[in-house]
């Protein structure tokens, strides 16, 4: 039997904390960012590559290891970002560059590759959007996409890529090809066996496996079909599985260094389980499935050879082991055991396996960076990602799960202030962004902690719709954007008052993006609950959606639109808060971005206008020049949470408790 690592929960954070109430700490190192995020060791051992966050630019930093001086800092010109990266060679990086679109939003990818040496030299564009390849003049790679499937750790100048283009008279619209990082000439290796296909390797590199999707449906029922291919010698395809056959998706993860070829399957409803394939016979032998949560992570062994463990989050993370008998497995159990409560993950490795780059983090703890000398058997510090902010002085997270109305068991999150007795708390409600994908997860929260560092208890719900709970968990969330979803962060709200948590008169509301819509619809869903309200680069207007911003012009986002939504005129009004904003009646304060194409400010000038109609204009409209779908920059992030709190304060904090004026100044 697999042998699991709870982090859930150490018997201190189960209970309310009963020691001394942290002190107030300035928003400023709150709102400051971090000091790293990806962070990833050379082959050889001597560099640390890391992207460091600088707003709406992302750059990527070499440093040598063993002192921490810098080498060279990268950074793109016409801020363009530092996305995706990984060692080529123990002195060469490639990465691909994004375009930062608002920090409740993924950046999104130019489709451009480059290549550097750790010291700055021999820099080159290896795909460049919107030119030929230097190698291939006639061919043209605008709409091409390129993903990096092997860096080929015995080879110091080539990787492979998949490709993904256009359908043209070339044939299917995927393809393996072999680049080298110094001139980016390209080789194929190999076509998929048809249209909507990703490939995988096997233990020599080659172009092995295909995994083909269709999907049908664009008024709300999508029949998602998917086959799994494996390429034979002679280059023909064979098919291994059809989801249609048996109702099961079959995809290959990984094949490891022994030929080991690890797959995940699922049913389109249940977590996916993870195991081992025979791909001659198509039989999947399963190694660990939870019955709740999806696997959000796996450890890999340094040798490449093994996979050491999976986690789990329907609450805190799980670690499960699955090799128990590798020695990286060994050396993984120690390192949990030395950092009780925190998650511990292999970040990188040499090739090697001598050193490690370990990370921690825990609800309290931002992230730490440690180096693991396998012959020393000791692990060093490296660096924190917010060293100014102390773990003992933030708040503690419960994880909790509640049944809701229809019989939905939903799970999430409370963060309970800091010395705090944890009981009859003013309390604020976060609904996260999405509402299809996305989730809540028990790890550092800047804004939890800043909301809990002034009293406030924070409630994240993952709700019905959200990512890591299985495709019917997900999928049920569409076309229920102002019933199911609503009731899920209602009745969780309700849960902790019942629970003694939240003082009921003392509840606001506050959310970006979908949090923003959920923090105008729930107080119509349900009159009385919250006392205050605030919309973050929200959507109000349903119909709107079809007509602006970035979604519509995709057809991709056309479909999603009608399938989360619907299109009949009644059902988009009546999951409109702009069409019933005189139900609204509590205090709102409404934020925007100026440049924002997701949520556009017309979407939040709609609701504002909407509300002053219905006799409640909003305290403040604050739509902020230069930002986007949430905001970067230092500075308005502290103005904006300095009027939040100030909003939250005269609503249902100290100076509403001591009969302050609510709503405005």
């Not at 249940?270 to 959000?296: C, M, R, W, Y």
């Not at 400010?601 to 739509?623: F, K, S």
């Amino acid at each position: 039997m697999n042998r699991r690592i709870a982090l859930a929960l150490l018997a201190g954070i189960a209970s309310a904390p009963t020691h001394a109430a942290a002190p107030t700490i300035p928003i400023e190192d709150f709102v400051r960012h971090p000091t790293y995020s990806g962070v990833k060791i050379s082959p050889d051992g001597q560099y640390l590559a890391m992207t460091v966050d600088r707003g709406e630019q992302d750059v990527l930093t070499v440093l040598r290891t063993d002192n921490l001086s810098v080498v060279k800092v990268n950074q793109l010109p016409d801020d363009k970002s530092v996305g995706a990266f990984h060692w080529t060679s123990p002195e060469r990086l490639m990465f691909t560059a994004v375009r930062k679109v608002g920090s409740f939003e993924q950046p999104f990818g130019t489709g451009e590759w480059f290549a550097v040496n750790a010291d700055g030299s021999q820099p080159r564009p290896l795909i460049f959007y919107g030119t030929r390849d230097a190698t291939q003049r006639n061919k043209q790679v605008d709409n091409e996409r390129f993903s990096l499937l092997d860096t080929l750790r015995d080879d110091d100048r080539n990787v492979i890529m998949e490709v993904n283009f256009p359908l043209s008279k070339e044939g299917a619209g995927t393809e393996l090809v072999m680049m080298d990082t110094l001139t980016g000439r390209r080789t194929s290796l190999g076509r998929a066996p048809k249209p909507e296909c990703s490939m995988t390797l096997d233990a020599a590199k080659k172009a092995r496996f295909a995994v083909c999707t269709s999907s049908r449906g664009d008024e709300g029922e999508y029949d998602e079909r998917s086959e799994l291919y494996r390429r034979e010698d002679n280059g023909t395809w064979t098919l291994v599985n059809a989801s249609r056959t048996d109702g099961k998706h079959l995809s290959v993860v990984r094949t490891t260094a022994d030929g080991t070829v690890y797959a995940s399957q699922s049913d389109g409803k249940a977590p996916d389980a993870i195991g081992t394939l025979d791909t001659n016979t198509g039989s999947f032998t399963p190694l660990h499935q939870d019955k709740v949560a999806e696997i959000s992570r796996t450890i890999w062994s340094t040798d490449d050879k093994s996979l050491i463990a999976v986690v789990t989050e329907a609450g805190a993370p799980t670690v499960t082991l699955i090799d128990e008998a590798h020695p990286d497995a060994e050396i993984y159990g120690s390192l949990a055991a030395a950092f009780p409560g925190q998650m511990v993950d292999f970040a990188s490795a040499t090739t090697d396996g001598e050193q490690i780059v370990v990370s921690v983090y825990s609800d309290s703890n931002p992230g730490e960076l440690y180096l693991y000398d396998r012959k020393a058997g000791k692990a060093r510090f490296l660096m924190q990602g917010r060293a100014w902010l102390d773990p003992k002085q933030m708040a503690s997270v419960k994880p909790f799960s509640v049944r809701t109305r229809d019989g939905t068991t939903v799970y999430g999150y409370l963060t309970l202030p800091k010395g705090s007795t944890g009981k009859n708390l003013p309390m604020i409600v976060n609904p996260h962004g999405g509402p299809i994908g996305p989730r809540d997860s028990w790890r550092f929260n800047s804004e939890a902690q800043l909301l809990a560092n002034r009293g406030y208890a924070v409630l994240q719900v993952n709700f019905r719709g959200s990512g890591g709970y299985g495709d019917a968990f997900r999928d049920a969330g569409h076309r229920q954007w102002a019933q199911g979803i609503q009731n899920d962060i209602i009745d969780a709200t309700r849960w902790a008052i019942d629970q003694g948590y939240a003082d009921r008169e003392r509840i606001c509301i506050y959310g970006g993006s979908f949090g923003g819509y959920s923090s105008l619809m729930a107080p119509i869903r349900a009159p009385g609950l919250f006392q205050c309200a605030v919309g973050y680069v929200g959507v109000y207007d349903m119909e709107m959606m079809f007509t602006k911003g970035d979604i519509p012009r995709r057809t991709s986002g056309q479909r999603y639109l009608r399938r989360t939504l619907g299109t009949e005129k009644a059902e988009l009004l009546a999951a409109s808060p702009t069409a019933q904003a005189e139900k609204v009646g509590i205090p709102v304060l409404l934020v925007a971005g100026a440049r924002d194409e997701r949520a556009v400010p017309e979407q939040t000038e709609a609701m504002r206008d909407a509300l002053a109609r219905a006799g409640n204009p909003p305290v403040e409209t604050l739509i902020q020049s230069g930002e986007m779908h949430g905001f970067y920059k230092e500075e308005n992030n502290l103005a904006l949470y300095t009027k939040m709190l100030a909003f939250f304060d005269r609503n249902i904090g100290a100076a509403a408790m001591a009969g302050a004026p609510a709503g405005g100044d």
